[in-house]
């Protein structure tokens, strides 16, 4: 028998349960009589249903053939309902939250053929300013639906077709979270075809097609399309720097996530794409950078044959690329990588291109490019430009990495080799000055090694303010290239262990020469030069033209040029530091003419020249061997060049420097031997030291058995002067400093004399001549062995060798006049009458010469014709 308190409750529960029925019975009874009603009177909302059941206990709802639409369609503040539905199923619906927070939730919602057009409502609610959020569901499922939403302007923001949507475990967050997705979900399936989707007036993307299976997404015909042309765009948007239009014709997706702040996906394949950017000039706005919080892992990145163009703001091309695939492994992408250098990590990477056009100063093609991790290739590149005729190819350049990381938010790499092959052509710089910008280089890791670069099999030229640079043949190798900045900050510095370069047929081509060589060959420890040769692109009449002022015409060549010791170019701290310097076989013509202005420049003299040489150098030895010097002088009244040669040529340098190498000697001793008017033996020794600021100098020389007649080639034209006889010696010994000269000199002749010749015929002015003889000596037996010269004042704007020259010429006054002119004053009155009678002969052109001019005549040239 059962206890009466188990009775009531048996009782108690079957009436409670009853009573729920009987509540459940009569909820549907109402509505399917009155709901719509109720709906119309106190919600926004005009609804007719043909079927509704719900049932209490589960919180489950079935209904179907319903006809929605909103009251006002006009009222933003609330979502535009309009449209209908073949079947809505609810699972768990919360008639609690429905009925007094006006908040609709449900686990399950399904949707069967809805063909519905949503107006959204206001985003933030304009009573209470918060967002709003009315309705979530934790699983959704779509069939057949036609969907289409409008934003509360009623511009159209989304659509969609034939939509068949399932997915599990929906999530939104009511409030925006810096750190949180606005939508999550655990799994998805969805098909549909002709999606639309705009976000706002510049954009408008389309989709054909997407489907879904076994977590494999397929998208076809995605298309991001402006909605204004570029001129629109830089017009109405200044402030934004790109426009964007992309076309993929098929993307595949596989298992994608969205939990919390990360999003996954993996197997992202994307075929035949198509990417469209135009580029504006604007000047983004400097905005605080927010911290990058969420988490994107892409366990597979592909793309298949796509092709890229980037355009100018001016229309013309930027890039233009074909056939490009890139294939990456594990990419990932969050808060921490946002910080690095390289804001992504992953595991490998394939990149490949055809067909690539890059239009910056110059059009710069490649016919392919292969890069990954470990090395890359650039094939077949070309270099052109129509403006200023670059026409530069490369059959490849290529490089191989040891390694590359990222330390401590900065770049760590390490190349093995870059390789450069096959240059070919013709590379004109452009004549813009490139501006300056600071250089920030925070984000690498200093220094950043090659081990080794190689440049061979080329042939071009480099042609710059058109002065052609070209090389033959060329190959070069430069091992262990650190690289790292400045110490001032002002770029990068390169530092080299060691270096190779051969070359054959090189050649430089300047205004008024072409330098050529036959084989070239230097390294950092040795260097031969082979076959060198300046000659003139101009004959002397046209160079004297082009001159604004004198200055010397070259015509040289030399055997050879070697070097030896540590010859180190390349490094920031760049430096010469020789052992030996050699020049064989040189030929040298010096040409110069009176002819032009004189150059009102000082010129320094060498030891302050040297000490201008901005690095440190220092040669042991250089030698000039076997050589031949020429030197050759005209004025516009002169018969046609003057001219002294120098032949067996030797002179012997010690210590060349520029005073910069600390602990090396800074004296340099300059020992000249060679054969004077090749005839006589000439010895000349110079010193000098760079560190001396005061510039001082002594050079001491020696020449003997100088017949006369041997400088009648210099004299004859350029004096109308000749002369017979032997200079037996000739010593000096001078020292001095930028502002003049002294010292001893000594002469030794024999049977001196003179010839004074006319201009026009050459012939002899037999009085002149006898005059001028009057007042020489024609030996030197019962004169003194030296004389003194002093008192030599530099001009300035002369060389180093127009002092000297001053020197001689005073020295050769002393010794062969003496003090005895001021004495012959009264000769010479008596025998003016003479020579004037002479002098105006039709045979006789010249006037006769005053008697301090006539002596200045003999032994120097006029101001404007003193030699170089």
């Given at each position: 028998?059962?206890?009466?308190?188990?009775?009531?409750?048996?009782?108690?529960?079957?009436?409670?349960?009853?009573?729920?029925?009987?509540?459940?019975?009569?909820?549907?009874?109402?509505?399917?009589?009155?709901?719509?009603?109720?709906?119309?009177?106190?919600?926004?909302?005009?609804?007719?249903?043909?079927?509704?059941?719900?049932?209490?206990?589960?919180?489950?709802?079935?209904?179907?053939?319903?006809?929605?639409?909103?009251?006002?369609?006009?009222?933003?503040?609330?979502?535009?309902?309009?449209?209908?539905?073949?079947?809505?199923?609810?699972?768990?619906?919360?008639?609690?939250?429905?009925?007094?927070?006006?908040?609709?939730?449900?686990?399950?919602?399904?949707?069967?053929?809805?063909?519905?057009?949503?107006?959204?409502?206001?985003?933030?609610?304009?009573?209470?300013?918060?967002?709003?959020?009315?309705?979530?569901?934790?699983?959704?499922?779509?069939?057949?639906?036609?969907?289409?939403?409008?934003?509360?302007?009623?511009?159209?923001?989304?659509?969609?077709?034939?939509?068949?949507?399932?997915?599990?475990?929906?999530?939104?967050?009511?409030?925006?979270?810096?750190?949180?997705?606005?939508?999550?979900?655990?799994?998805?399936?969805?098909?549909?075809?002709?999606?639309?989707?705009?976000?706002?007036?510049?954009?408008?993307?389309?989709?054909?097609?997407?489907?879904?299976?076994?977590?494999?997404?397929?998208?076809?015909?995605?298309?991001?399309?402006?909605?204004?042309?570029?001129?629109?765009?830089?017009?109405?948007?200044?402030?934004?720097?790109?426009?964007?239009?992309?076309?993929?014709?098929?993307?595949?997706?596989?298992?994608?996530?969205?939990?919390?702040?990360?999003?996954?996906?993996?197997?992202?394949?994307?075929?035949?794409?198509?990417?469209?950017?135009?580029?504006?000039?604007?000047?983004?706005?400097?905005?605080?950078?927010?911290?990058?919080?969420?988490?994107?892992?892409?366990?597979?990145?592909?793309?298949?044959?796509?092709?890229?163009?980037?355009?100018?703001?001016?229309?013309?091309?930027?890039?233009?690329?074909?056939?490009?695939?890139?294939?990456?492994?594990?990419?990932?992408?969050?808060?921490?990588?946002?910080?690095?250098?390289?804001?992504?990590?992953?595991?490998?990477?394939?990149?490949?291109?055809?067909?690539?056009?890059?239009?910056?100063?110059?059009?710069?093609?490649?016919?392919?490019?292969?890069?990954?991790?470990?090395?890359?290739?650039?094939?077949?590149?070309?270099?052109?430009?129509?403006?200023?005729?670059?026409?530069?190819?490369?059959?490849?350049?290529?490089?191989?990495?040891?390694?590359?990381?990222?330390?401590d938010k900065k770049l760590n790499l390490d190349v093995k080799n870059v390789l450069v092959d096959g240059v070919?052509?013709?590379?004109?710089?452009?004549?813009?000055?490139?501006?300056?910008?600071?250089?920030?280089?925070?984000?690498?890791?200093?220094?950043?090694?090659?081990?080794?670069?190689?440049?061979?099999?080329?042939?071009?030229?480099?042609?710059?303010?058109?002065?052609?640079?070209?090389?033959?043949?060329?190959?070069?190798?430069?091992?262990?290239?650190?690289?790292?900045?400045?110490?001032?900050?002002?770029?990068?510095?390169?530092?080299?262990?060691?270096?190779?370069?051969?070359?054959?047929?090189?050649?430089?081509?300047?205004?008024?020469?072409?330098?050529?060589?036959g084989n070239l060959n230097l390294a950092k420890n040795k260097a031969v030069i082979s076959n060198f040769a300046?000659?003139?692109?101009?004959?002397?009449?046209?160079?004297?033209?082009?001159?604004?002022?004198?200055?010397?015409?070259?015509?040289?060549?030399?055997?050879?040029?070697?070097?030896?010791?540590?010859?180190?170019?390349?490094?920031?701290?760049?430096?010469?530091?020789?052992?030996?310097?050699?020049?064989?076989?040189?030929?040298?013509?010096?040409?110069?003419?009176?002819?032009?202005?004189?150059?009102?420049?000082?010129?320094?003299?060498?030891?302050?020249?040297?000490?201008?040489?901005?690095?440190?150098?220092?040669?042991?030895?250089?030698?000039?061997?076997?050589?031949?010097?020429?030197?050759?002088?005209?004025?516009?009244?002169?018969?046609?060049?003057?001219?002294?040669?120098?032949?067996?040529?030797?002179?012997?340098?010690?210590?060349?420097?520029?005073?910069?190498?600390?602990?090396?000697?800074?004296?340099?001793?300059?020992?000249?031997?060679?054969?004077?008017?090749?005839?006589?033996?000439?010895?000349?020794?110079?010193?000098?030291?760079?560190?001396?600021?005061?510039?001082?100098?002594?050079?001491?020389?020696?020449?003997?058995?100088?017949?006369?007649?041997?400088?009648?080639?210099?004299?004859?034209?350029?004096?109308?002067?000749?002369?017979?006889?032997?200079?037996?010696?000739?010593?000096?010994?001078?020292?001095?400093?930028?502002?003049?000269?002294?010292?001893?000199?000594?002469?030794?002749?024999?049977?001196?004399?003179?010839?004074?010749?006319?201009?026009?015929?050459?012939?002899?002015?037999?009085?002149?001549?006898?005059?001028?003889?009057?007042?020489?000596?024609?030996?030197?037996?019962?004169?003194?062995?030296?004389?003194?010269?002093?008192?030599?004042?530099?001009?300035?704007?002369?060389?180093?060798?127009?002092?000297?020259?001053?020197?001689?010429?005073?020295?050769?006054?002393?010794?062969?006049?003496?003090?005895?002119?001021?004495?012959?004053?009264?000769?010479?009155?008596?025998?003016?009458?003479?020579?004037?009678?002479?002098?105006?002969?039709?045979?006789?052109?010249?006037?006769?010469?005053?008697?301090?001019?006539?002596?200045?005549?003999?032994?120097?040239?006029?101001?404007?014709?003193?030699?170089?």
């Amino acid at each position: 028998m059962k206890k009466p308190w188990v009775r009531k409750l048996l009782i108690g529960l079957g009436i409670f349960f009853g009573l729920i029925l009987i509540a459940n019975f009569a909820l549907n009874i109402w509505l399917k009589t009155q709901l719509p009603d109720y709906v119309k009177k106190n919600t926004d909302y005009k609804v007719s249903y043909k079927r509704m059941d719900v049932d209490l206990m589960t919180g489950n709802i079935f209904a179907s053939a319903i006809e929605v639409e909103s009251k006002n369609p006009t009222n933003t503040q609330v979502i535009g309902l309009k449209g209908s539905i073949d079947t809505l199923k609810i699972s768990r619906f919360g008639i609690f939250d429905a009925v007094f927070n006006k908040k609709i939730s449900s686990t399950d919602l399904l949707l069967a053929n809805p063909n519905l057009e949503i107006t959204l409502a206001d985003a933030v609610d304009k009573k209470t300013g918060k967002k709003k959020n009315p309705v979530s569901f934790e699983n959704i499922r779509i069939r057949n639906g036609k969907i289409t939403v409008f934003k509360p302007t009623k511009e159209k923001f989304l659509s969609v077709q034939d939509l068949d949507l399932i997915v599990e475990n929906l999530e939104t967050t009511e409030d925006v979270v810096e750190d949180k997705l606005p939508v999550v979900f655990d799994s998805y399936s969805i098909r549909g075809e002709n999606f639309f989707f705009q976000p706002n007036t510049i954009y408008q993307l389309t989709i054909a097609k997407i489907t879904t299976k076994d977590g494999q997404m397929s998208v076809e015909n995605f298309y991001l399309k402006p909605l204004v042309s570029f001129d629109d765009f830089k017009k109405n948007f200044p402030m934004q720097k790109q426009l964007l239009e992309f076309a993929v014709p098929q993307m595949n997706f596989k298992d994608i996530t969205l939990k919390k702040n990360k999003v996954s996906l993996s197997g992202a394949h994307f075929i035949n794409p198509r990417f469209l950017v135009y580029t504006n000039n604007a000047v983004a706005s400097k905005k605080e950078k927010k911290p990058f919080n969420f988490d994107i892992d892409l366990k597979g990145v592909q793309i298949t044959n796509a092709s890229a163009q980037l355009i100018k703001p001016d229309g013309t091309d930027l890039l233009l690329a074909k056939k490009l695939n890139l294939s990456v492994n594990d990419l990932v992408f969050n808060k921490e990588t946002s910080s690095q250098v390289i804001p992504v990590h992953y595991s490998g990477f394939k990149f490949s291109g055809e067909d690539i056009l890059l239009a910056a100063n110059n059009y710069i093609h490649f016919r392919n490019i292969n890069i990954n991790p470990k090395n890359g290739s650039f094939n077949e590149i070309a270099v052109t430009n129509p403006g200023n005729k670059t026409d530069l190819k490369l059959k490849q350049i290529a490089f191989n990495i040891n390694d590359w990381k990222i330390e401590d938010k900065k770049l760590n790499l390490d190349v093995k080799n870059v390789l450069v092959d096959g240059v070919a052509g013709v590379y004109i710089p452009s004549g813009e000055k490139a501006v300056k910008k600071k250089q920030n280089f925070a984000g690498i890791q200093f220094p950043v090694t090659i081990r080794n670069i190689q440049l061979k099999n080329s042939d071009f030229t480099l042609d710059k303010d058109n002065q052609p640079l070209s090389f033959k043949q060329l190959n070069a190798q430069i091992s262990n290239l650190e690289i790292a900045p400045r110490t001032d900050n002002s770029g990068l510095a390169f530092k080299v262990k060691d270096y190779s370069l051969s070359s054959s047929n090189f050649s430089y081509k300047t205004k008024f020469y072409l330098m050529t060589v036959g084989n070239l060959n230097l390294a950092k420890n040795k260097a031969v030069i082979s076959n060198f040769a300046m000659k003139p692109l101009v004959s002397r009449a046209q160079f004297i033209k082009m001159i604004p002022v004198e200055s010397d015409l070259y015509d040289l060549k030399f055997s050879q040029i070697s070097a030896a010791g540590d010859l180190d170019f390349f490094s920031e701290n760049k430096s010469i530091r020789a052992s030996n310097v050699t020049i064989s076989n040189a030929n040298a013509n010096i040409f110069r003419s009176k002819v032009p202005a004189d150059d009102p420049k000082i010129k320094p003299l060498y030891s302050k020249m040297l000490r201008s040489i901005n690095i440190p150098m220092f040669v042991d030895h250089l030698y000039l061997k076997n050589s031949y010097l020429e030197y050759e002088e005209d004025t516009k009244k002169s018969d046609g060049p003057g001219k002294l040669t120098f032949s067996n040529f030797n002179m012997h340098v010690q210590n060349l420097n520029s005073a910069k190498m600390k602990g090396k000697p800074t004296e340099v001793k300059i020992k000249i031997d060679c054969s004077f008017l090749n005839a006589s033996p000439l010895s000349v020794n110079w010193n000098f030291n760079t560190a001396d600021q005061s510039d001082r100098f002594r050079i001491a020389g020696r020449a003997t058995g100088i017949p006369a007649s041997s400088l009648n080639a210099f004299i004859v034209p350029y004096m109308n002067v000749s002369a017979t006889g032997t200079i037996q010696e000739m010593l000096f010994d001078f020292k001095g400093n930028p502002k003049g000269l002294g010292g001893s000199f000594k002469l030794k002749h024999k049977d001196l004399k003179i010839a004074l010749l006319d201009k026009q015929t050459k012939a002899k002015k037999n009085l002149l001549s006898a005059v001028a003889n009057v007042f020489i000596k024609s030996t030197s037996d019962k004169f003194p062995e030296s004389v003194e010269v002093e008192g030599v004042e530099r001009d300035p704007t002369k060389s180093f060798f127009n002092m000297f020259w001053k020197g001689i010429e005073d020295g050769l006054k002393k010794t062969l006049i003496g003090e005895s002119l001021a004495k012959t004053t009264e000769t010479v009155k008596d025998v003016t009458k003479s020579v004037k009678e002479e002098a105006k002969s039709p045979s006789k052109t010249e006037e006769p010469p005053k008697k301090k001019g006539f002596m200045k005549g003999v032994f120097r040239k006029k101001e404007k014709s003193e030699t170089k």
